[in-house]
Every structure is written in structure tokens, then in C-alpha cells.
């Protein structure tokens, strides 16, 4: 066994032992959910919207489980709330995928983390369930400290992630989505609104408990739409990629590396996750312009003159005019038109458009090309800081960390080896 697998192996066992310890605590101080047919409702809603959970940025899954926890929780009151959901999220940490492949260390890690903030989101929010019977006046206050406790609840399970993540992947970074204030606050909004229908059911009785499923339906088909919007927009940036690598084969993977040398940057930089991908995108078609560029100047076998260099920026400036009327890629063209900015000498270009033009420029100076040859990792940073004025000796600095901390080399692996592609590029380009 492995050191990774090892620590995986704790650490699963370890979190599995505090959350069933967190039940079996929470069965002792609390009493059982009444009556249970209500309870299996609800937990039946909680595990069904955690199962179908979208993606809603890069890497980050969100459902409406939240809203049924805080529905429940006020529908059983103080004397059952905690352990009522706490049940509810040590099922749903049992996915049918786990077990249809026999994994353990995965539920068991899920155990923990969900039982856990989920005990300690409903915990905060007890305080602010009515010691009697719910009334209309207590509406404001139950939505207030559901909005409270379930941002609680959110930011304690982001945290249980990072840890989780840190101890058995130490070489990876969480992702900014981590520090995303939009999310919590979202999540705060849904808690609100569970706190609100608990206290609709229980001054209606069990006639709402249709319409209160219907709105769990709903909030998780927009959730679903949401993700289905974003996934066509990522597929129609990826079919520009596709056009301009099909017309230019130097363009395959620069366009990928860029993108990645761009988010590297940006999460040095502490960007919010809008922000990030919409700097990703922008990488992703900072070239597509040049579907429109001759192709005598497209495959040029040499370096451009000034004349064909302003030739070729007319004709990507053309199609980026189209692409700005469309409202999804509008923000993404206006970063990499501000990058081309940049190289044409402007001087008040927007961070976005610095962070493209130093990732653009580092991997253009670390590959080969038709006319001439990769240099050294080294001396591509040096060429960066010598032009800390254009870019910005933050996004230059961020840029450099952040590819040494990738542990990747780019370029030529010594100055002698790339003198001699080199010389053989120039060799190539005069028999031509």
C-alpha cells in the first residue's frame, strides 16, 4: 500500500468514526424524528437532490438538498432538528455509484463530511426555531437564522473539502470557488426559503407537502438549466478552438496551455471564480480571429513584417467585432481584444488582458516554430521581466510562481539544445 492510499486510508476511517460518533451523540441528546413517515419524505427529497447535484462552475456541484434540510428542521422542531438532518446527510453520503464498485473510503469520507456540517449548520440554526408552536411572527426570524446557518453549514463543509483535499492530494489547489461569496450567499438564500416553507407546513399541516416538493423540483431544474447553459457555451468556445486548430496546427494545445498558464495566474492573483472563467473562455479564443487571416499569412513560414503583422490584426479584429454581439462572448472578447491592445502598444489595458498577454507570450517563447526555436524556461522569465512595465510586475511575478509551482518545464531543456533546433530551423527555412 502506497503512502497516498495509506493516508487515504486513515483518514476515511477516521472521518467515518466522527460521524457515525456525531449520530450516535446527536441519538442520546435529541429525540427521533416524529412521525416517521414525514421524516422519510423529507429524506427521500435530501438524498434524491444531493444524487442529481449540478455542476455550476469548474468543479463546484451544487443541489437543493440545502432547502429540505432547513425545511425539515423546522418542521420537526428543536427537539429533533440536528439529529433529523443529520440522518438525512449520512444517507446521502452512500452514493449508488460507491457501491455498485465497492468503494468504502469515498462514503466514508462523505460520512464524516456531511454529518458533520450538517450538525454544525443545524446547531446554529436551533437557537432560532421557536420553543412552541410556530406562528406567522416568527417567519422573519426563522428565514434570518436559516440564511445564517446555512452559510455556516457551507462554509464549514468547504473547509472539511480543503481539508480533505490537502491531506491526501498535498500537491493539488483547491480551486477559488473555495472563497466564492456569491455561493455561500446563494446558499444562505435557500436556507431561507426552507426555513419559510418548514414554518408553512407547520401552520398548514401535511395538505402543502405537494407544493412544498413541487418548489424543491423547481429549484433543482434551474440549477440543471443553469449548468446546461453554461456546459453549451463551454461547447461552442471548444468548437472554436476545433475551426482555428483545423486551419492552423501551431494553434493545437497553444490555445489549452494558455488557458492554463492564465488560470494559474489568476488564482495567484486571488481572482473571484467569475472572473476566472471568464479569463479561461477568453484564453480559449484569444486567437480565434484568425479563422479570417490569409492563409499566406497564417503559415508563413517566416516571422511576420509590420506591414503583414497589421495585415493579419484587421482580419482577427473583424471576426472579434462579430463575436462581441454576442452577449455570452462579449466579456470574453473584450478580454483578448484588450490583450491584442497590449501588444499594439496600448497602456491602460484591465488585468484580464495583461494576465492573457504574458501567458500568450511565455508559451509562444517556449515553443518551436517555423522560424525559430524554443528558448529555455529561464530565459523566457527573464523576457517576462524585462517587460514587467507591459504586463505588470504582479501578473509577471504570479505567472513565474505560479508554472515553477507547477513543477512543469517548458521549453528548451538547455541553451545548447536550443541553439541547435535553432540552427536546423533556419536551415529549414532558407531551403524552403
Same mark, same amino acid.
Given at each position: 500500500?502506497?503512502?497516498?492510499?495509506?493516508?487515504?486510508?486513515?483518514?476515511?476511517?477516521?472521518?467515518?468514526?466522527?460521524?457515525?460518533?456525531?449520530?450516535?451523540?446527536?441519538?442520546?441528546?435529541?429525540?427521533?424524528?416524529?412521525?416517521?413517515?414525514?421524516?422519510?419524505?423529507?429524506?427521500?427529497?435530501?438524498?434524491?437532490?444531493?444524487?442529481?447535484?449540478?455542476?455550476?462552475?469548474?468543479?463546484?456541484?451544487?443541489?437543493?438538498?440545502?432547502?429540505? @434540510?432547513?425545511?425539515?428542521?423546522?418542521?420537526?422542531?428543536?427537539?429533533?432538528?440536528?439529529?433529523?438532518?443529520?440522518?438525512?446527510?449520512?444517507?446521502?453520503?452512500?452514493?449508488?455509484?460507491?457501491?455498485?464498485?465497492?468503494?468504502?473510503?469515498?462514503?466514508?469520507?462523505?460520512?464524516?463530511?456531511?454529518?458533520?456540517?450538517?450538525?454544525?449548520?443545524?446547531?446554529?440554526?436551533?437557537?432560532?426555531?421557536?420553543?412552541?408552536?410556530?406562528?406567522?411572527?416568527?417567519?422573519?426570524?426563522?428565514?434570518?437564522?436559516?440564511?445564517?446557518?446555512?452559510?455556516?453549514?457551507?462554509?464549514?463543509?468547504?473547509?472539511?473539502?480543503?481539508?480533505?483535499?490537502?491531506?491526501?492530494?498535498?500537491?493539488?489547489?483547491?480551486?477559488?470557488?473555495?472563497?466564492?461569496?456569491?455561493?455561500?450567499?446563494?446558499?444562505?438564500?435557500? @436556507?431561507?426559503?426552507?426555513?419559510?416553507?418548514?414554518?408553512?407546513?407547520?401552520?398548514?399541516?401535511?395538505?402543502?407537502?405537494?407544493?412544498?416538493?413541487?418548489?424543491?423540483?423547481?429549484?433543482?431544474?434551474?440549477?440543471?438549466?443553469?449548468?446546461?447553459?453554461?456546459?453549451?457555451?463551454?461547447?461552442?468556445?471548444?468548437?472554436?478552438?476545433?475551426?482555428?486548430?483545423?486551419?492552423?496546427?501551431?494553434?493545437?494545445?497553444?490555445?489549452?496551455?494558455?488557458?492554463?498558464?492564465?488560470r494559474q495566474t489568476a488564482e495567484r492573483l486571488e481572482f473571484t471564480p467569475e472572473r476566472l472563467q471568464r479569463l479561461e473562455w477568453a484564453a480559449l479564443i484569444h486567437d480565434v480571429g484568425k479563422v479570417a487571416v490569409p492563409a499566406?499569412?497564417?503559415?508563413?513560414?517566416?516571422?511576420?513584417?509590420?506591414?503583414?503583422?497589421?495585415?493579419?490584426?484587421?482580419?482577427?479584429?473583424?471576426?472579434?467585432?462579430?463575436?462581441? @454581439?454576442?452577449?455570452?462572448?462579449?466579456?470574453?472578447?473584450?478580454?483578448?481584444?484588450?490583450?491584442?491592445?497590449?501588444?499594439?502598444?496600448?497602456?491602460?489595458?484591465?488585468?484580464?488582458?495583461?494576465?492573457?498577454?504574458?501567458?500568450?507570450?511565455?508559451?509562444?517563447?517556449?515553443?518551436?516554430?517555423?522560424?525559430?526555436?524554443?528558448?529555455?524556461?529561464?530565459?523566457?522569465?527573464?523576457?517576462?521581466?524585462?517587460?514587467?512595465?507591459?504586463? @505588470?510586475?504582479?501578473?509577471?511575478?504570479?505567472?513565474?510562481?505560479?508554472?515553477?509551482?507547477?513543477?512543469?518545464?517548458?521549453?528548451?531543456?538547455d541553451d545548447e539544445s536550443s541553439a541547435v533546433v535553432e540552427r536546423l530551423v533556419r536551415e529549414r527555412a532558407i531551403r524552403a
Amino acid at each position: 500500500m502506497s503512502t497516498q492510499q495509506r493516508n487515504g486510508t486513515i483518514l476515511a476511517a477516521t472521518l467515518a468514526v466522527l460521524g457515525v460518533a456525531t449520530i450516535v451523540l446527536l441519538a442520546i441528546f435529541q429525540a427521533a424524528p416524529e412521525p416517521p413517515w414525514l421524516w422519510v419524505s423529507f429524506a427521500a427529497a435530501f438524498v434524491a437532490l444531493e444524487f442529481s447535484s449540478v455542476e455550476v462552475s469548474d468543479r463546484l456541484f451544487v443541489s437543493g438538498s440545502i432547502m429540505v @434540510g432547513y425545511t425539515a428542521a423546522v418542521a420537526f422542531g428543536r427537539s429533533s432538528a440536528v439529529l433529523a438532518v443529520a440522518l438525512m446527510a449520512a444517507i446521502a453520503a452512500f452514493h449508488p455509484d460507491d457501491i455498485r464498485q465497492r468503494r468504502w473510503r469515498r462514503p466514508a469520507v462523505n460520512l464524516g463530511q456531511l454529518v458533520l456540517s450538517a450538525a454544525v449548520g443545524m446547531a446554529v440554526f436551533v437557537p432560532f426555531l421557536p420553543r412552541d408552536v410556530v406562528t406567522p411572527a416568527d417567519l422573519p426570524l426563522l428565514a434570518a437564522g436559516a440564511a445564517i446557518s446555512a452559510m455556516v453549514y457551507d462554509w464549514v463543509n468547504f473547509h472539511l473539502v480543503r481539508f480533505i483535499v490537502r491531506r491526501l492530494y498535498p500537491e493539488r489547489t483547491v480551486r477559488p470557488w473555495s472563497k466564492m461569496l456569491v455561493n455561500h450567499v446563494a446558499l444562505g438564500v435557500l @436556507g431561507a426559503f426552507g426555513g419559510v416553507f418548514g414554518a408553512a407546513y407547520v401552520l398548514v399541516g401535511p395538505v402543502i407537502l405537494p407544493l412544498i416538493f413541487v418548489t424543491f423540483l423547481v429549484g433543482q431544474m434551474g440549477f440543471r438549466s443553469y449548468s446546461q447553459l453554461r456546459g453549451a457555451h463551454l461547447d461552442t468556445i471548444r468548437g472554436f478552438v476545433k475551426a482555428l486548430e483545423a486551419l492552423d496546427p501551431y494553434t493545437r494545445g497553444h490555445t489549452e496551455r494558455v488557458a492554463q498558464f492564465s488560470r494559474q495566474t489568476a488564482e495567484r492573483l486571488e481572482f473571484t471564480p467569475e472572473r476566472l472563467q471568464r479569463l479561461e473562455w477568453a484564453a480559449l479564443i484569444h486567437d480565434v480571429g484568425k479563422v479570417a487571416v490569409p492563409a499566406e499569412l497564417l503559415h508563413k513560414p517566416g516571422s511576420l513584417t509590420d506591414d503583414e503583422y497589421r495585415r493579419m490584426v484587421r482580419h482577427m479584429l473583424v471576426v472579434e467585432d462579430v463575436l462581441a @454581439g454576442v452577449d455570452f462572448l462579449a466579456p470574453m472578447v473584450e478580454i483578448a481584444a484588450a490583450h491584442h491592445s497590449l501588444l499594439e502598444g496600448a497602456s491602460r489595458v484591465s488585468v484580464e488582458g495583461r494576465i492573457l498577454a504574458a501567458a500568450d507570450a511565455f508559451d509562444a517563447m517556449t515553443s518551436t516554430r517555423s522560424y525559430r526555436a524554443a528558448v529555455t524556461q529561464d530565459t523566457a522569465f527573464d523576457q517576462l521581466r524585462r517587460r514587467r512595465d507591459v504586463y @505588470g510586475a504582479d501578473v509577471v511575478e504570479a505567472l513565474i510562481a505560479a508554472i515553477e509551482a507547477s513543477g512543469e518545464q517548458y521549453g528548451s531543456p538547455d541553451d545548447e539544445s536550443s541553439a541547435v533546433v535553432e540552427r536546423l530551423v533556419r536551415e529549414r527555412a532558407i531551403r524552403a
